[in-house]
Every structure is written in structure tokens, then in C-alpha cells.
């Protein structure tokens, strides 16, 4: 079974620009989680979504947004760039996204803010 | 805040077991212990995970105490490629909630 890919896997913007990420789940996972990891800050927890809904939030500014699709893949934005979202981004499914199943991790998305 | 606390690093002979303490003093009925590692900014990867009783895979043991307050993870024969960031989470699956984990080298 393929596991969790992100695209792209290396990305370089400017601030105030956006950006998109994307990311597969392992076939038949319905829960997607996103991470952003830094070294300041380690690993935290963005938002998860299970078919199509955001359940939970992590303590981030709107400028960070996510959503799920029917095929529960996902993407997260990220408007209005800031020097400090220059971060490794995480996205990690999960079967059910219940306590009872663990969740299995992509390679990242290394983003870099200049 | 991470609910748990880990050694900040640790180290470990090449062919020993490795032993990683985690306390989770403050776990609730229904919270799972659940450990990751992390090498060299690659994506976490998972270990095992458990709720009461203790757990065993191919890749390690994870032992609970009883009161559930603290738990071990057991490497059985560690070797160079599980130098790593070992994370001891508590909690739901849909939102880990990462501290920042124990440094594990294996000398050879």
C-alpha cells in the first residue's frame, strides 16, 4: 500500500505571496491531519479534517487554511507569507482519526519564506 | 502543552536494548500513549501505541505501568539506524499534541 504523499516536497516563496500544499493519504484513510514542524517551535498541530469537515484546530492565525476532498485528499493554504512560516509541513492520515488508530506521516513539504 | 516528559537524550550500545522513559502523570481513562520517532527531518514515523495493557510489534514493546502514569518504550536490539527523536504522546489520534521528545544515539 503507497503511503502519504506530499507535493511538492521543496518550495520557495516571497513574502506576502500564498502558497498551496497538497496532500495524498494512504488509500482508504478518511482522516487527514496537518503539522507544522520549525525548530523554534517543533512539531504543532494545524487542523484535521475527516470527510470533507474540519474536526479539529490547532492555535494558528486565519491566514492558515486547509480542506479535504471527496477522495479525502487535502490541501492547506497559507496566505499572506511571513518570514516566519518558512517551516517543514506535515501531513499525516489516519483510518478513522479516532484515538484507536495511529496516524502515519508523509516526507513534508519544506517551505521557505524570503 | 505536551502532557508528557521525556529525558532530553540518551544513549545506547549498539545490539542493547534500549530503554526511553516517558511520565504522563496527568492521563486520562481514555487516552492512548502513543510513540513516534523522527530522523533527520524526515516525517515522524510510527512505533506503537497502547491504552492499558502492554503492546509488542515488530519494531518495539511498550510498557505501561498500571496506575498508567508513566511508560516505557523498549527497543530489543537497537542498532545505528534507530538514532532518532523519540516522541511520547498522550492523547487523541486526530490531534498529537508533540513535546519535545527524547534524543536517542546508538553507538556503535
Known amino acids: 500500500k503507497a503511503g502519504v504523499t506530499q507535493t511538492p516536497r521543496y518550495l520557495i516563496k516571497t513574502r506576502g505571496q500564498q502558497v498551496t500544499l497538497s496532500c495524498s493519504p494512504i488509500?482508504?484513510?478518511?482522516?487527514v491531519s496537518w503539522y507544522q514542524q520549525t525548530p523554534g517551535q517543533g512539531l504543532q498541530f494545524l487542523f484535521e479534517?475527516?470527510?470533507?469537515?474540519?474536526?479539529n484546530k490547532g492555535n494558528f492565525p486565519g491566514r492558515f487554511s486547509g480542506r479535504q476532498f471527496s477522495n479525502s485528499r487535502s490541501e492547506m493554504n497559507v496566505s499572506t507569507l511571513e518570514l516566519g512560516d518558512s517551516a517543514l509541513y506535515l501531513c499525516?492520515?489516519?483510518?478513522?482519526?479516532?484515538?484507536?488508530?495511529?496516524?502515519?506521516f508523509g516526507p513534508g513539504t519544506r517551505l521557505t519564506v524570503t | 502543552d505536551a502532557k508528557t516528559t521525556q529525558p532530553t537524550s540518551m544513549d545506547c550500545a549498539e545490539g542493547r536494548a534500549a530503554n526511553l522513559p516517558c511520565n504522563h502523570s496527568?492521563?486520562?481513562?481514555?487516552?492512548?500513549v502513543y510513540w513516534y520517532r523522527q530522523i533527520h527531518s524526515q516525517g515522524p514515523q510510527y512505533i506503537i501505541h497502547?491504552?492499558?495493557n502492554n503492546e509488542t510489534n515488530e519494531m518495539a514493546s511498550l510498557i505501561i505501568t498500571e496506575d498508567r502514569k508513566s511508560s516505557t518504550l523498549i527497543l530489543p536490539h537497537a542498532t545505528l539506524r534507530d538514532t532518532a527523536v523519540y516522541y511520547c504522546i498522550v492523547g487523541g489520534a486526530q490531534k498529537l499534541v508533540f513535546g519535545q521528545g527524547t534524543r536517542l544515539t546508538i553507538n556503535p
Open positions: 499525516a492520515s489516519s483510518s478513522q482519526g479516532d484515538s484507536r488508530y495511529e496516524q502515519y
Open positions: 496527568t492521563i486520562s481513562g481514555n487516552e492512548y
Open positions: 479534517y475527516f470527510s470533507e469537515t474540519q474536526r
Open positions: 497502547g491504552l492499558k
Open positions: 488509500s482508504g484513510h478518511r482522516s
